[in-house]
């Protein structure tokens, strides 16, 4: 872990563009947080429901005892060179635990592993580890500006969507020791409580099947930019199956823009997702990395890396998967 700070470091401080204005906005936060009179923005989305601090807890312990026993295996490469390989991250395991057991299973005698990108405890799916620091940086860097496509799959519960492809553009932000929320696109730059600033974050949606049934698909794309109360309704239980591309890498983003959108994931008891449904307990959320797409950090040859789908896909939601 301490190579991977070292990393994000060394990324950030190599580049003198962000320097100067890294620690202006530092300043400019510090300076912002002693005014007592300062008009914080507010956020669109609610706050966790008071029974998801306990479920996270011990969901964050079972997971801690899973990722203590866990071992990858030849099973879980997608993909791998002599600079990286791709591994399909399975739920409930934190990324450490992947990264600390990649030394066991590699075709080739490399010492330096990197986490590329980072999954959510719950989340699923393809998580790349570098076999050095070079390429690492370079990838962390693609990941930056936006280079790599990335696409999700996340089964929700909620009323029907009256669109097939939706973009969803907001704030993100949180206050000191709070919880993310959606913040209104025009609040992006301003201070929050405790000296963190609104990021902007945008997604794009698209449905793929309603209570099992495949939709077609679309080319008309709708547009929301986040300006005030939420106005979508909550309620409804229908199966609906979203692919989502994250244009921004904000924590949680996928998870958020579902919820605002008044089909939380299932089980994402942070996020309102059902967490007992139709006589049943689910222990964390429905959504998985599906693909990777980008040009290689050494050779640039375009590569697309896929991992399986779970069977609540194609199931309607019914299986453990």
């Known amino acids: ?5 070292n990393l994000f470091s060394f990324s950030i401080s190599a580049n003198s563009i962000l320097t100067k204005p890294y620690f202006a906005i ?3 936060a510090m300076e912002a ?6 008009h914080y923005p507010k956020p669109i989305s609610p706050p966790p429901p008071p029974i998801s601090k306990d479920i ?3 969901r964050a312990m079972e997971a801690s005892s899973k990722s203590s026993l866990f071992n990858l295996t030849r099973d879980h490469v997608l993909y791998e060179d002599e600079y990286l390989m791709a591994v399909n991250k399975p739920k409930g395991v934190y990324c450490e635990a992947v990264l600390r057991s990649a030394p066991q299973i590699v075709l080739d005698s490399s010492s330096e592993f990197h986490l590329a990108n980072r999954l959510d405890r719950d989340t699923s799916g393809v998580m790349i580890i570098t076999k050095s620091h070079k390429v690492a940086a370079k990838l962390v860097k693609a990941f930056t500006e936006h280079k790599i496509r990335k696409s999700y799959i996340a089964l929700c519960i909620g009323s029907s969507p009256n669109w097939r492809k939706i973009t969803v553009s907001s704030g993100h932000g949180r206050s000191k020791h709070g919880a993310w929320r959606v913040y209104a696109a025009l609040d992006v730059g301003r201070v929050l409580p405790g000296g963190s600033f609104v990021r902007d974050m945008e997604t794009t949606f698209e449905v793929v099947s309603v ?4 939709t077609e698909s679309c080319e008309v794309e709708n547009v929301i930019v986040v300006e005030g109360e939420q106005e979508l309704s909550c309620g409804g239980d229908d199966v609906v199956v979203v692919r989502a591309f994250p244009r921004s890498g904000r924590t949680h983003q996928i998870r958020l823009h579902c919820q605002y959108l008044g089909i939380s994931i299932r089980g994402d008891v942070k996020y309102h997702g059902m967490y007992e449904w ?3 307990t689910f222990e964390g959320h429905d959504l998985h990395a599906e693909c990777l797409s ?3 950090p050494v050779t640039d040859d375009p590569i697309v890396i896929r991992a ?3 069977c609540w896909v194609t199931e309607d939601g019914k299986c453990n998967g």
């Open 308 to 310: 399986p789908l779970p």
């Open 278 to 280: 139709r006589g049943r």
């Open 211 to 214: 209570n099992g049934v495949e």
């Open 26 to 28: 530092s300043i400019k």
């Open 56 to 58: 996270e807890l011990r």
């Open 294 to 296: 980008l040009d290689h």
């Open 1 to 5: 872990m301490s190579l991977l700070r």
């Open 33 to 38: 947080t002693s005014d007592p009179n300062l």
